[in-house]
């Protein structure tokens, strides 16, 4: 008897049990840790027979490596590599419509902290690959399967200490595929443009130290701290960087050009794109480097002038354009005022072409035959910052069939994070065609 097939089968009820899993990242203070996500992912692919491991460099700090290559696939092909993360930003349930951590089905969404990013792919995937097990459908090539901690504050308790402590987990993978992408847009009745992430902007967060003499609040004083620098904030904040078109950037805006008949101009492409939404941000985003105050701390009492005050600056650099970054930071901070690397991770780039980006395009069009697959430029990070470190070409492809009206930007770290159950039962049949072609 032939057992029917259904990737799609268990996807929503995966996705709301893992939410309800809180794996809330505060960064090194607090954090509830991984553990329980990577034990419940552990069990739900030993119930099909595959094992994992587990691997923790700190208490609960927990990401999961399994390695699938089942009979049926061809085991000379080098490994795919999937990877998600199961941490989450929090969420201050006091500001949701509903629990962030009941994983609720309503309104046809599953609605929690991490439906979008990312448990939502992270129950894709389960599903996908325990209805392959039980229906007998071996992948084209092995798949190795990496479910990290700490992505949320940089990796460094997951995807980086697993480059750092275990290269030999993910050095034979040459490809991979994880967030941020395969998302659709709907830019015209008639065709929606998938885009998936071919490269993504590098990250250097910055501590801006002035020091100057400390004294009287009542005096006056020449080499103030704060004074300094409250103007290197000031002209990092409002720095006008100059237009750095990627590839991907150029090739993401071209298809919207012909969709749309219009001409988007780089000084004024959030105003272009207005009619596609909250995902102009997004891309006026990648337009250029950029730095980004975001944190000030100075004195400890109001008639004391400190000796020293602090900034965090948030920054992001266009591949290839890292030694501009710095230097023109170099120069906007003046004579008073020197900086510290608090994280640096490079950018990382990929060609759109290839025999898997051919996979995406030809299951992403035998989905939703309105669909075309395209690359874009992400601001964000990823894994894929560590996974690259090895040689590993890396992609988002998450697909999503999204309703034209949900603002999935502001799902990401957003208030009723939530994700369509159609979107995600678009997903798991999108990714079980491409586990049949990558």
Known sequence: MTVQSAPEAEVVQLCSELIRIDTSNFGPDGSKGERGAAEYIAEKLAEVGIDSQLYEPEASRTSLVAHWEPEGCDASLPPLLIHGHTDV???????WRVDPFAGEVTDGCVWGRGAVDMKDFDAMVLSVVRDRVRTG???RRPIRFAFTADEEAGSGLGAHWLVENHPDLIADCPEAIGEVGGFSLTVRDDL??????????????????ADGTAGHGSMRNADNAVTALAAAVARIGTHEWPHRIHPAQQAFLDAVEDALGIEINADSVEESLARLGTVARMVGATMANTANPTMLKAGYKVNVIPGQAVAGIDGRFIPRHADEFFATIAELLGDKVRYEVASHH???????????????????????????????LMSGGTDAKAWSKLGVRCFGFAPLQLPPELDFVAMFHGVDER???ASLEFGARVLDRFLDQA
């Open 89 to 95: 930003v929090p969420a201050q349930a006091s500001d």
């Open 137 to 139: 459908r071996a992948p």
């Open 192 to 209: 929606r443009l998938y885009l998936i992430q071919t490269a993504e902007k590098g990250l250097a967060w910055l501590n801006l130290i």
């Open 346 to 376: 490079d950018a990382v780039e990929t060609e759109f072409s290839g025999a898997l980006v051919d996979a995406m395009r030809s299951c992403i069009e035998a989905e939703d035959p309105q669909g075309r697959a395209v690359p874009y």
């Open 419 to 421: 994700v369509p159950t």
